[in-house]
């Protein structure tokens, strides 16, 4: 690569992407100890795109300098592009290269560790034999016990095959491991439940149905994830209904209810009534079907679902039949065309897939003090930036942009109600009650076009969230128990 076209790689990743810790990169390197020389190489990483962060020195004699640099690119290539600009600095050696993601990621992001102390020989009869003949015993008698007296009752299954993880599609349960890890590590640290990572190599719906129903007594709830459509569907449809402990896919109702929240919110910005929303809905999967859904339970009545720029006909022999269903149930106007035609005069844009797929000009064809939720993720419908002053309320996928739209913000508080309520199931009442609760977070007196959903490093979102599902799960008999949550 030569100096040329390590600029022009450098600037044209800089301009279409910030730099982010997803791609934080240590370069240690050694230099003589010229005056300016560690200025040049900041300078270098900063004028090719990166975002420096530590500088650490390593060792250094009378001739040289050892130093680890730490930076953020925005991908991949812009990181290899930003090593190649530093390599290319006369005087400079690169000695290693190291990518902080995957140092953070060695040996796994979990542990298990004892709650019980096992010192003595009384220990070890306690709990283990001949004592926990007693605590197995009383379980068979009782099968309600297993809440108290095991880990069951605060203990979730992270499950998945792999075939839809985040935006890399179907790359199989041994790949999906890291990102189970990674939500099992957001239930512990946000609502204090103990997530296990379970990934499944099946090959179909009753194949994965039977593997959930097999491991299921050892769980409070079951947390689906990464999983396509339509088995994701079916297969949620059938452990709810089979299964005697509450099951839901994250990537459908968690993103749903976080949805909802800032519509909710939003909408108190712009002085809009549900009924009267004329909605637009990108992308007819998991999130965008469960999204349609809940939207109808809140009171929206106009809801046009497109897929691939089309609006969808109800009559299209390829719809999944949870598709099928809900276009059935949507588009009162009859709208047809593409997604385009369907914006005309809208009031709401939500996207959840389809790179660049919109234009300025389509966004000030909708109707005034538009709100535009765009979800596509790395790269969303439309840039934010080219629709400021065109759109009222904008909110994206990106953590880099006002509003994010995560729905880390819903599936920790929402399952630690679950625990807490030993709920047997879940309904609409129960998602729409977190809605709200993520929404009512932020203040009336706070609430602006640029904070529209709390943070989610915010801790009352999970105590608000479970606070609200025990509440709604006790309300509409979904609970075995009425307490509040213990997430404090």
């Given at each position: 690569?030569?100096?040329?076209?390590?600029?022009?790689?450098?600037?044209?990743?800089?301009?279409?992407?910030?730099?982010?810790?997803?791609?934080?990169?240590?370069?240690?390197?050694?230099?003589?100890?010229?005056?300016?020389?560690?200025?040049?190489?900041?300078?270098?990483?900063?004028?090719?795109?990166?975002?420096?962060?530590?500088?650490?020195?390593?060792?250094?004699?009378?001739?040289?300098?050892?130093?680890?640099?730490?930076?953020?690119?925005?991908?991949?290539?812009?990181?290899?592009?930003?090593?190649?600009?530093?390599?290319?600095?006369?005087?400079?050696?690169?000695?290693?290269?190291?990518?902080?993601?995957?140092?953070?990621?060695?040996?796994?992001?979990?542990d298990i560790t004892p709650k019980v102390p096992l010192k003595t020989r009384d220990d070890l009869s306690?709990?283990?034999?001949?004592?926990?003949?007693?605590?197995?015993?009383?379980?068979?008698?009782?099968?309600?016990?297993?809440?108290?007296?095991?880990?069951?009752?605060?203990?979730?299954?992270?499950?998945?095959?792999?075939?839809?993880?985040?935006?890399?599609?179907?790359?199989?349960?041994?790949?999906?491991?890291?990102?189970?890890?990674?939500?099992?590590?957001?239930?512990?640290?946000?609502?204090?439940?103990?997530?296990?990572?379970?990934?499944?190599?099946?090959?179909?719906?009753?194949?994965?149905?039977?593997?959930?129903?097999?491991?299921?007594?050892?769980?409070?709830?079951?947390?689906?994830?990464?999983?396509?459509?339509?088995?994701?569907?079916?297969?949620?449809?059938?452990?709810?209904?089979?299964?005697?402990?509450?099951?839901?896919?994250?990537?459908?109702?968690?993103?749903?209810?976080?949805?909802?929240?800032?519509?909710?919110?939003?909408l108190r910005i712009v002085h809009k009534q549900p009924a009267a929303l004329k909605v637009v809905i990108?992308?007819?999967?998991?999130?965008?079907?469960?999204?349609?859904?809940?939207?109808?339970?809140?009171?929206?009545?106009?809801?046009?679902?497109?897929?691939?720029?089309?609006?969808?006909?109800?009559?299209?022999?390829?719809?999944?039949?949870?598709?099928?269903?809900?276009?059935?149930?949507?588009?009162?106007?009859?709208?047809?065309?593409?997604?385009?035609?369907?914006?005309?005069?809208?009031?709401?844009?939500?996207?959840?897939?389809?790179?660049?797929?919109?234009?300025?000009?389509?966004?000030?064809?909708?109707?005034?003090?538009?709100?535009?939720?765009?979800?596509?993720?790395?790269?969303?419908?439309?840039?934010?930036?080219?629709?400021?002053?065109?759109?009222?309320?904008?909110?994206?996928?990106?953590?880099?942009?006002?509003?994010?739209?995560?729905?880390?913000?819903?599936?920790?508080?929402?399952?630690?109600?679950?625990?807490?309520?030993?709920?047997?199931?879940?309904?609409?009442?129960?998602?729409?009650?977190?809605?709200?609760?993520?929404?009512?977070?932020?203040?009336?007196?706070?609430?602006?076009?640029?904070?529209?959903?709390?943070?989610?490093?915010?801790?009352?979102?999970?105590?608000?969230?479970?606070?609200?599902?025990?509440?709604?799960?006790?309300?509409?008999?979904?609970?075995?128990?009425?307490?509040?949550?213990?997430?404090?």
């Amino acid at each position: 690569m030569n100096e040329q076209t390590v600029q022009e790689a450098t600037k044209q990743a800089a301009h279409l992407m910030r730099p982010s810790p997803s791609y934080s990169m240590t370069l240690r390197i050694e230099y003589g100890n010229a005056v300016g020389m560690m200025g040049r190489i900041t300078s270098v990483i900063g004028e090719a795109g990166g975002d420096v962060g530590a500088i650490d020195i390593v060792s250094g004699t009378r001739e040289t300098t050892t130093r680890d640099i730490t930076f953020s690119a925005a991908d991949y290539e812009h990181g290899q592009a930003i090593i190649a600009a530093v390599r290319n600095v006369e005087g400079v050696d690169i000695v290693q290269v190291s990518d902080r993601v995957f140092l953070l990621h060695i040996g796994g992001k979990l542990d298990i560790t004892p709650k019980v102390p096992l010192k003595t020989r009384d220990d070890l009869s306690m709990a283990y034999t001949p004592g926990v003949a007693r605590i197995a015993q009383a379980i068979a008698e009782e099968p309600g016990d297993a809440y108290n007296l095991t880990i069951k009752k605060n203990c979730v299954a992270v499950i998945s095959d792999g075939s839809a993880l985040l935006g890399l599609g179907n790359i199989g349960p041994l790949a999906a491991l890291p990102v189970m890890e990674s939500k099992a590590l957001l239930f512990k640290e946000f609502a204090g439940i103990n997530a296990f990572p379970l990934c499944l190599d099946v090959q179909s719906d009753d194949e994965f149905v039977a593997a959930v129903k097999a491991i299921a007594p050892t769980f409070g709830a079951i947390h689906l994830e990464d999983i396509a459509p339509p088995r994701c569907f079916e297969v949620e449809r059938r452990l709810g209904e089979e299964l005697d402990i509450p099951v839901m896919h994250n990537d459908q109702h968690g993103t749903a209810i976080v949805v909802l929240a800032a519509l909710i919110n939003a909408l108190r910005i712009v002085h809009k009534q549900p009924a009267a929303l004329k909605v637009v809905i990108h992308k007819a999967e998991a999130a965008g079907v469960a999204t349609a859904r809940l939207l109808r339970h809140y009171g929206v009545r106009d809801i046009v679902i497109c897929e691939s720029h089309v609006v969808l006909d109800a009559e299209r022999p390829d719809l999944a039949p949870a598709v099928a269903e809900l276009v059935h149930q949507t588009n009162p106007r009859g709208v047809t065309g593409g997604v385009r035609e369907a914006l005309e005069g809208a009031d709401v844009f939500m996207g959840f897939g389809g790179k660049h797929l919109l234009l300025p000009g389509d966004i000030s064809g909708m109707a005034k003090d538009s709100i535009v939720f765009e979800m596509a993720y790395p790269y969303p419908e439309i840039e934010p930036d080219s629709i400021a002053g065109l759109a009222r309320v904008i909110a994206t996928g990106k953590s880099d942009f006002p509003n994010q739209i995560n729905n880390m913000l819903c599936f920790p508080g929402f399952f630690r109600g679950l625990l807490d309520a030993r709920a047997k199931g879940i309904n609409d009442e129960m998602r729409l009650a977190a809605a709200h609760a993520i929404a009512d977070v932020v203040g009336r007196e706070e609430l602006s076009e640029d904070y529209l959903i709390p943070s989610v490093f915010d801790r009352r979102v999970a105590r608000a969230v479970a606070n609200a599902v025990v509440e709604s799960a006790t309300r509409t008999g979904m609970a075995q128990r009425a307490f509040k949550t213990s997430l404090r």
